[in-house]
Nanobody, 125 residues
């Protein structure tokens, strides 16, 4: 499966953009999909993920209540609705697919593969 993130750009603080992760490949709907981000000079970190069915979601604490992950398997797309953005949310956002089909709540970078190119989100204060 190949993934491509889009929807980033320059956003004012407290803005509400939605990122999209478009997938190619017939097996996309069989895997959990996650969003990660990497700020300048920092390591890539987990943001949110969603199970293959969309029935289970999990988030890092810093975005709980502000970000919402969802998916439309008919469109081979996963979304990240971002609300109440803060300057510290500035980063390049990546989507990736879980390497395993086993039901789990993976959060580690090495648990995911098929990384897309990422989309940059810059939050201005």
């Amino acid at each position: 499966v190949q993934l491509q993130a889009s929807g980033g750009g320059l956003v004012q603080a407290w803005g509400s953009p939605t990122l999209s992760c478009a997938a190619s490949g017939r097996t996309f709907s069989s895997y959990a999909t996650g969003w990660f981000r990497q700020a300048p000079g920092k390591e890539r970190e987990f943001v949110a993920a969603i199970s293959w069915s969309g029935g289970t979601t999990w988030y890092t604490d810093s975005v709980k209540g502000r970000f919402t992950i969802s998916r439309d398997n008919a469109k081979n797309t996963v979304y990240l609705q971002m609300n109440s953005l803060k300057p510290e949310d500035t980063a390049v956002y990546y989507c990736a697919a879980d390497r395993e089909r086993a039901p789990r709540k993976a959060v580690a970078v090495h648990d995911f593969g098929s990384w897309g190119q990422g989309t940059k989100v810059t939050v201005s204060s």
